[in-house]
C-alpha cells in the first residue's frame, strides 16, 4: 500500500513536470519608466523636462535649507511659517524710535510677538544683571496690565482690537524702558534723584508712542488723552519695577 502511494504522487509530479514544459509565457514590452527615461534622453533630468516640461527642482538637504528658501519649489521660509516678520519687526522698532513720524497702518495688522518678548527678554536679563531677578513681576504686569487696557480699548471704541494686536503694540513700545533698565548696569537708580528723574523720559515715550499708535488704529483721535491715561499707568509699573 505505501508503494502505490508513493508510485501515485511520483506519477503526479512527473505528469505536472510535463504540462509545466509546455507552457508558453506572455512577453511585454513594459519597461520601467524611470529606468528606460533616463536611456532614452540621456539623464534623469533630461527625461523630468521631456514630461513635465519644465527642469527637475534642486533640493537642497541641510539644516540652513529649513531657515530659508533653499528646500522645496514654492515653499515659505520657515519664519514666514511661524509669523516672524523680521521687516515688520523693524518697521514698528523705528516706529517706536521715532514716534512723530506718520505710522503705516498697515504692520500693525498682524499680532506680531516676536518683538515684544525679545525686549521683554532683554529688559529681564538687564534687571537680573543689576541684582534684580524681576521675571515674575515682568510677566504678571504685562499680562494683567495688556488684559486691563484691551478691555478699556473695546469699551472706548466700535471697531475694537484684538489682545494680541494690543499686546503687540504694548510690547513693541516698552523699548523706551529697555534702554532704561540698560542705564541702571552702570548707574544705581535708586540711589540717585537724577535716576528717578530719568524714568520720566521713558514713560512719557512709551506713552505717547503707544498712544498714537491705538489712536491711529482704531481711530480714536479725539479721545487720546483718554487712551494714553491707563497707558501711562502700565508703563509707570515698569519703570517703577526697573528703578526700584
Not at 15 to 31: I, K, S, V
Request: charged share 10%.
Amino acid at each position: 500500500m505505501a508503494h502505490s502511494v508513493l508510485f501515485d504522487q511520483n506519477q503526479f509530479y512527473n505528469n505536472a513536470g510535463n504540462q509545466a514544459d509546455g507552457l508558453e509565457f506572455y512577453q511585454t514590452q513594459y519597461t520601467d519608466p524611470s529606468s528606460s527615461g533616463v536611456g532614452a534622453h540621456g539623464s534623469a533630468d533630461e527625461f523630468y523636462a521631456s514630461s513635465y516640461g519644465t527642469a527637475m527642482p534642486i533640493v537642497e538637504r541641510s539644516w540652513l535649507a529649513a531657515f530659508g528658501t533653499g528646500g522645496f519649489p514654492n515653499e515659505p521660509p520657515l519664519m514666514e511659517e511661524l509669523g516672524i516678520n523680521f521687516q515688520h519687526i523693524k518697521s514698528k522698532t523705528l516706529a517706536v524710535l521715532n514716534p512723530f513720524k506718520p505710522i503705516d497702518t498697515e504692520i500693525y495688522d498682524d499680532s506680531d510677538m516676536a518683538g515684544p518678548l525679545l525686549f521683554i527678554l532683554v529688559l529681564g536679563t538687564f534687571l537680573l544683571l543689576s541684582g534684580k531677578s524681576q521675571f515674575g513681576y515682568i510677566y504678571g504686569v504685562g499680562l494683567m496690565g495688556t488684559l486691563g487696557i484691551w478691555t478699556i480699548l473695546n469699551l472706548m471704541s466700535q471697531g475694537g482690537i484684538a489682545v494680541m494686536r494690543t499686546a503687540s503694540i504694548l510690547g513693541y513700545c516698552l523699548l523706551p524702558i529697555v534702554f532704561l533698565g540698560s542705564i541702571g548696569l552702570t548707574v544705581d537708580l535708586k540711589s540717585t534723584q537724577i535716576g528717578v528723574l530719568a524714568a520720566v523720559v521713558p514713560i512719557a515715550w512709551c506713552t505717547y508712542s503707544s498712544a498714537t499708535m491705538f489712536v491711529t488704529v482704531l481711530s480714536m483721535s479725539e479721545q487720546r488723552l483718554l487712551v494714553a491715561y491707563p497707558v501711562c499707568l502700565f508703563y509707570t509699573s515698569f519703570a517703577l519695577l526697573t528703578v526700584f
